[in-house]
């Protein structure tokens, strides 16, 4: 795997690759890899030629209080699992390099209506800092194809949308949320919480099976559904953040007669704010 720090580097080993015929694959990540990323580079390998990651842990995405400073940065490790997964290149960039002109210049791309719900309402700003980084990234890496996890599925769903919009020559691909053997979604934040409380964690996802089930069910009721998982998770020591059942095409707040839905989740656990999803097909 060979490693770049700089757009000029980057786009010189991929316009090679191009010359070749090559398809190329992305998987933008923020570091401090796990099983989850690594699943997303598998995924790129099927679908491509050359695999290309990054590496930016973005300060946009950030708002006041959050963890920036405290976000892990393990650049040595990543490279050496990036590599035992057959990644083909890194591209690390520094903070100059993907904002040359200061972030409070920084051109921003937004993605109305979607990206102002739910995790945008928690973290206002989040999904422009996401939208304009990965828009960033797919000029400097120009892939044909792109992998984001659906852990974060309205993330995912933001970068579709922003694809769409501006006409992006970008397939987009979902990757199924990794979990370990307890049902708990993989996350860098994970790493934050004690023993007890990855344990207690894996009650978030036990809400979204049990109301998955009961909708499956037929029940109906969805803001009481939503409202007796937040009761739980709140026994269980989380702090609540959102628990919306909605429509899968536009996150919209579920109906009646809709039939392909997503459950959304956010909740704090000690030092982590967790998030996780299910989907439903009625």
Do not use: W
């Not at 409070?104 to 800092?129: N, W």
């Not at 120009?142 to 970068?159: N, R, S, T, Y």
């Not at 036990?206 to 998955?212: I, P």
Request: aromatic share 6%.
């Amino acid at each position: 795997m060979i490693t770049v720090h700089t757009i000029a580097e980057l786009r010189s080993v991929l316009n090679a690759e191009r010359r070749n015929g090559k398809r190329i694959g992305f998987v933008p990540t923020m570091g401090n890899l796990h099983e989850g990323h690594l699943q997303l580079i598998d995924q790129a390998k099927a679908s491509s030629d050359v695999v290309v990651s990054s590496i930016f842990v973005n300060p946009l995405q950030f708002g006041a209080g959050e963890d920036l400073g405290n976000y892990p940065r393990t650049l040595q490790q990543d490279q050496e699992k990036l590599e035992s997964r057959g990644c083909d290149f890194l591209f690390a960039p520094t903070d100059e390099e993907v904002y040359p002109h200061g972030r409070e210049a920084q051109t921003q791309v937004e993605v109305p209506v979607i990206s102002d719900l739910y995790c945008g309402a928690s973290r206002p700003g989040h999904f422009r800092g996401v939208a304009t980084v990965v828009a960033k990234l797919f000029g400097m890496v120009q892939p044909d194809v792109a992998i984001f996890g659906e852990k974060d599925f309205q993330q995912l769903m933001v970068i579709r949308r922003m694809t769409e919009d501006l006409s992006l020559p970008v397939e987009i691909q979902g990757s199924p949320i990794a979990r370990n053997e307890k049902g708990l979604a993989l996350s860098s934040r994970n790493g934050y919480l004690s023993a007890e409380e990855l344990e207690t964690a894996t009650v978030l996802n036990a809400t979204l099976r049990n109301a998955s089930e009961q909708i499956s069910n037929g029940q109906k009721d969805f803001a009481a559904i939503a409202e007796q998982a937040q009761n739980e998770l709140e026994q269980a020591g989380f702090e609540r953040d959102y628990y919306a059942i909605c429509r899968r095409a536009d996150l919209q707040p579920a109906s009646e007669d809709d039939k392909e839905l997503v459950i959304l989740a956010a909740a704090r656990l000690g030092p982590a704010r967790l998030i996780d999803n299910i989907q439903i097909d009625l």
